[in-house]
Each structure stands twice: as C-alpha cells, then as structure tokens.
C-alpha cells in the first residue's frame, strides 16, 4: 500500500490533534471546574480578594446583555444606567459619610483610585510646595506612585511604622514642612492588617492644611470609616475586596480639593476620569457595599 506521508503529516495529524485537544480541553476543564467549586476549596486570603457574592452576579448579569446602554447617550437604555451608576454614587457616598454623592468618582479599580488621587492632587498644587509624606508601609499602587512623582522633582517622606505596623503621630507632624501639599496614609493595612489612626491624622492633616488622602481599600467593608469625622479629603476603595467584582474601583474625592485628571479623553465623571463606565461592576460594587454593611 502506498502512503502518503505528506497528507499523513499535514493533514491527518493535525486533525488527530486537534481532536484530541478539544476532548482534552473538556476533560481538563471539568477537572478544574470541580476541584474549583466553593464546596471543595477552603479560601482564606480575603485581603487579597473575596469571590462575588450570588446576588452581586445576578445584579451585573442584565448589564452584559439587554441593559447595554452607553451612560452618557440620551436613549432610555442609557439614561436607565446613568441612573444606576448614579444609585451606586449614593451608596458609596452614605457608607463613607461624604456630603455629597457629587463627591464620588467611578475607576478601574483601587490602584488607579490612588493613582489619581496621589497624582491629581500633587499635579495641581504644584504651585503651593512639592513635599508629600506616606508611609513605608503602603501598597505599591502608592509607593510607585510616589517614586514616580519623585522623578518629576516631588520630595517624598516614608514615614516608620512600629512593631506593630503604627506609625507615629509625632514623627508625622515633625515630617511637615511649608512645602507640604498631601499627606497619604492607609486606613489599613493589606501584609498584617494594622489599622492606622486616620482620625488623628486627619486632624494633624487640617490643623496643617494640608490634604489626607487615604487608601481605604482594605478597610471598606471591614471597619466604619466616615471622611467627614476624620476630615479625609480622599479615600480610594475596590470593589473586589467586599465580595464585588475586579476591575472596578471608586475614589471619594471633597469637594473643593483642587484634583487634575489624570487620563484624557471623554468627559465622564465629571471630567476627572475619561472612559466609558464599567456599568455591570459598577452595579456590582453598589451590591457589593450594600451587602457588606
Ligand atoms: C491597600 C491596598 N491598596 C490598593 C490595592 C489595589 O487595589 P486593586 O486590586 O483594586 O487595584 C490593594 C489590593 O490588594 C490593597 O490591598
């Protein structure tokens, strides 16, 4: 019998493959899929996320399908999700205690909240000094930041922290200097879960006047935190840490703090953060809040 061989490589091989590949695939999925399933797996690393809680899910699903509507069109479908990232502005607002729901911007999520926050403010009050004190302890969405401030000629202090993760009030106000435009301290820590004495800050911070922006991302969901009673005048959190969704975050930005955008493009969020919103997890993290309070 004669054989082929060129068939035999290029064409029946392949086939036989990809075949096999797909079963596989299947088999491999199934695999993954049971050992996965909430049941089997004991999770227990929830600073570094939490799983979307059921009635999350089913509040996000409409918005992947017949709630389509772009936010900022004028069509019913659009204007029903502008109003729904509007309830979530509310929800956000009366668990942190703003003044305003107008004091809530959607993001991508924690990192670009402190981002934004750490950039915008430093951007725009150029004018008044260069110094911003933090602390050692951060997450790195606040220490890059900072870095990178530096290279643009911003001065930086990294506070100490005890042995316990505090850091000290004292030294904080000793760090303060006529050129001190922000102070950015967390609310709580993501390695050993210290919480920082954000009211006492806050008072330090306005007895100075100066702005306190803190990174709240694990303390929403966990610990009570009102910006107004601890004079915050910015606070980033995420919605993946209150059994939300990834990929979505909000910053709480008072008003009259003097903030630069620091993304171009469209004009949503009242101008501070182009892009067109994350309807279906910005649905999720107001589920997500409500759940947890
Ligand atoms: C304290 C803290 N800040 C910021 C972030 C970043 O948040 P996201 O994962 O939403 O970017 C995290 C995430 O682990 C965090 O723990």
């Known amino acids: 019998m004669h054989i082929n061989f060129k068939i035999v490589y290029k064409i029946i091989l392949p086939e036989i493959f990809e075949i096999s590949g797909f079963f596989l695939f299947i088999f491999s999925y199934n695999k993954i899929k049971e050992e996965l399933t909430v049941e089997k797996i004991r999770y227990f690393d929830h600073a570094a996320t939490t799983y979307v809680k059921d009635e999350v899910l089913k509040a996000m699903i409409p918005y992947f ?62 004018h008044k000094g260069n110094h911003i004190i933090t602390t050692k302890i951060e997450h790195h969405a606040v220490l890059e930041t900072c870095e990178s401030l530096e290279k643009e000629g911003f001065k ?60 709240a991302v694990q303390g929403i969901g966990n610990i009570k935190i009102n910006v107004q009673k601890c004079n915050i005048d910015m606070l980033s959190l995420s919605a993946h840490k209150f059994y939300g969704p990834k990929g979505v975050g909000a910053l709480y930005v008072r008003q009259g703090v003097e903030f630069e955008k620091q993304q171009n493009g469209g004009h ?21 809040n409500r759940t947890c309070i």
């Open 65 to 126: 399908g017949l709630n389509y509507g772009n936010p900022s069109s004028i069509y019913t479908i659009g204007r029903h999700n502008k109003r729904e990232i509007d309830y979530a502005r509310e929800q956000v607002s009366r668990v942190i205690g703003a003044k305003s729901p107008k004091e809530i911007y959607f993001t991508g999520c924690g990192s670009e909240s402190d981002n934004l926050a750490i950039k915008g403010v430093a951007k725009a009050n150029k």
């Open 268 to 288: 949503q969020e009242k101008d501070k953060r182009a892009g067109t919103e994350n309807v279906a997890g910005i649905v999720g993290l107001r589920k997500g």
């Open 156 to 215: 930086i202090t990294y506070l100490n922290v005890d042995k316990y993760g505090k850091i000290n009030l004292a030294e904080l106000e000793n760090a303060i200097t006529d050129k001190t435009i922000l102070i950015s301290i967390m609310a709580a820590n993501n390695e050993i879960g210290t919480i920082e004495p954000i009211e006492e800050i806050g008072k330090i911070a306005k007895k100075h006047g100066i702005y306190f922006h803190t990174d």
